[in-house]
């Protein structure tokens, strides 16, 4: 440091105030100290860096250590785990917090973005080109997950490039703070108390901890594994001799294989066809509730969007109407693999992307109608809207927040009794109707 003598011919070479006048020399003390304190202000306080602990969290935490050895996880890993853990992170969202409400859709975008930007053509057209490359380079490993699992190339293509970005989306958490947060203040403890422990025992079993990088809910991996589906689904394609999610493409390719098979996918079978909605027809007629043969909505007028026949197999097959985005966007008819993505991460829109992305991969070409109109998913209307139609006596299955093919098909169907215009779409116009403040037409 250089030094601030009375006398500025006696300091250093190195002094910047070298033969400076006296008045200099003061101006020169003053703007250090000025310096110093701006510093001193900004500078992270210690409380702003680190959250305050949190001993009801802390004993939370240790009060796991009974099932956490049950299942097999030793002190040592546990403490490990646990170590540092000294306050839950409140940044997450889906938490049940004072003064915050109790539906929060912030950390998922399925629920809350537009369709037509979670469906964001430029995004899946990358995602295509990138994903028939790769195709190619592992092609082998795609061979072998068909013969072995039965679940096609492009869709186990398709679901890496949806949740990580074919490995480029760098997970931003911690699993273990993750699931430890979500266990003590989610809206599901029970679930993530079971996935914490699961995590646990993937310590355990030799997974570092360096390794284990989430989305906000605990998924870890190139495509995603909750820890309990870890220890059901994972899958050592490559046969190293350990089942690697997180660096080796053909173990996670063939685990989320294998998690699609454990739910239930059909060999052979795709996920569902865009189609013309008939003008006898409307959305209201959407839902796994009112599905029927492919056969049976051809008769109804339904017809494949691209112009092309259905094929004799699909025909035969039960298939329900999805509209995600109501009248505004395209509508499809889907079979069984379409319920089992929806599985793997409970969303139409996500399911949707996953399917046409595989598609895509495999030479297809964009969706034929236009997405657009609906602006971004409101949670706080939408749990408004469900709240009043089940008051009023429709068939809401649950008050949430969120848009599914039932609360459209409701909001279809109270549409429909109230000769309004039939978009089943949760806008604020259908709020303020059932509210009495306006007659929308």
């Known amino acids: 440091m250089v030094g601030l003598g009375t006398d500025p011919n006696k300091c250093g070479e190195d002094c910047p105030m070298r033969g400076a006048s006296l008045l200099a020399r003061v101006v020169f003390v003053l703007a250090v100290v000025g310096a110093v304190s701006v510093l001193i202000a900004t500078a992270p306080r210690a409380q702003d860096a680190a959250p305050r602990s949190d001993p009801a969290y802390r004993q939370f935490l240790l009060g796991l250590w009974t099932d956490a050895k049950a299942a097999g996880v030793s002190r040592a890993t546990f403490e490990s785990a646990i170590a540092g853990l000294d306050a839950p992170d409140l940044s997450l969202p889906d938490l049940v917090l004072p003064g915050k409400p109790k539906i929060d859709s912030s950390g998922q975008a399925e629920f809350t973005r537009p369709p037509d930007k979670y469906l964001d053509k430029s995004y899946l057209d990358r995602l295509a080109a990138e994903g028939r490359q790769l195709l190619v380079r592992h092609k082998a490993a795609l061979d072998r997950i068909e013969a072995e699992i039965g679940v096609d190339r492009y869709s186990v293509l398709a679901i890496w490039g949806r949740e990580t970005a074919f490995g480029k989306h760098k997970l931003p958490h911690d699993a273990i703070r993750v699931l430890a947060t979500q266990a003590y203040l989610g809206r599901r403890k029970e679930l993530f108390r079971a996935e914490l422990i699961a995590a646990f025992k993937m310590l355990e079993s030799g997974v570092a901890r360096s390794d284990m990088r989430a989305s906000w809910a605990g998924a870890v991996g190139l495509t995603q594994f909750m820890p309990t589906e870890y220890f059901l689904h ?93 009248a505004y966007g395209p509508s499809f008819l889907v079979f069984e693999n379409f319920k089992v993505l929806r599985k793997y991460n409970t969303s139409d829109l996500y399911a949707v992307f996953v399917g046409h992305l595989a598609d895509r991969i495999a030479g297809g070409g964009d969706f034929a109608g236009r997405w657009g109109g609906t602006g971004p998913q409101n949670t706080r209307v939408i749990e408004q809207i469900q709240e009043r139609l089940k008051a009023k006596g429709f068939d809401v299955e649950k008050i949430d927040g969120k848009i599914g093919s039932n609360t459209r098909k409701v909001i279809g169907a109270y549409q429909r009794a109230n000769r309004l215009k039939v978009d089943c779409w949760p806008t604020n116009a259908v709020l303020d109707h059932l509210q009495g403040r306006v007659s929308i037409q």
């Open 234 to 326: 994972a899958y050592d394609l490559d046969r190293d001799g350990k089942t690697d999610i997180f660096r080796s493409v053909p173990d996670a390719l063939a685990s989320a294989a294998r998690q699609l098979e454990g739910k239930g996918w059909v060999r052979g079978q795709n996920w569902g066809t865009e189609v013309v909605v008939p003008p006898s027809s409307d959305c209201a007629l959407e839902g796994p509730l009112q599905s029927r043969s492919l056969s049976e909505w051809a008769k109804l007028g339904f017809s494949r969007a691209s112009g092309g026949p259905f094929t004799t197999t699909e025909l035969a097959a039960d298939a329900y109407l999805m509209s995600p985005a109501g």
